[in-house]
Nanobody
Framework: VQLQASGGGLVQAGGSLRLSCAAS????????MGWFRQAPGKEREFVAS????????YYADSVKGRFVISRDNAKNTVYLQVNSLKPEDAAVYYC????????????WGQGTQVTVSS
């Protein structure tokens, strides 16, 4: 199983990025796909997740209304559109696959860095 995250970069506050997570190696139709982030000196935190089968989406309060998670079945890819970025959004963003909305993630990608300049 491989989860390949990409799309991070340097962006000014208020800007946008689209993060991608290409999944391979198994069928994820019964899984939740999630995005987590970890800033220096902080614990990893939940950002968003999506039920691969139903497309039901869930968000941390801190990103609700600014971030949008989606998936493309044909490309086996999950996206995280991050808008209205704030300096506190800067972190390494990880995609993951698991059985729960907020926890229980067993497969992890390598992470992509998001840097926000103020």
């Amino acid at each position: 199983v491989q989860l390949q995250a990409s799309g991070g970069g340097l962006v000014q506050a208020g800007g946008s990025l689209r993060l991608s997570c290409a999944a391979s190696g198994r069928t994820f139709s019964t899984y939740f796909m999630g995005w987590f982030r970890q800033a220096p000196g902080k614990e990893r935190e939940f950002v968003a997740s999506i039920n691969w089968s139903t497309s039901s989406a869930y968000y941390a309060d801190s990103v609700k209304g600014r971030f949008v998670i989606s998936r493309d079945n044909a490309k086996n890819t999950v996206y995280l559109q991050v808008n209205s970025l704030k300096p506190e959004d800067a972190a390494v963003y990880y995609c993951a696959a698991g059985r729960g909305i907020y926890s229980g993630y067993v497969y992890w990608g390598q992470g992509t860095q998001v840097t926000v300049s103020s």
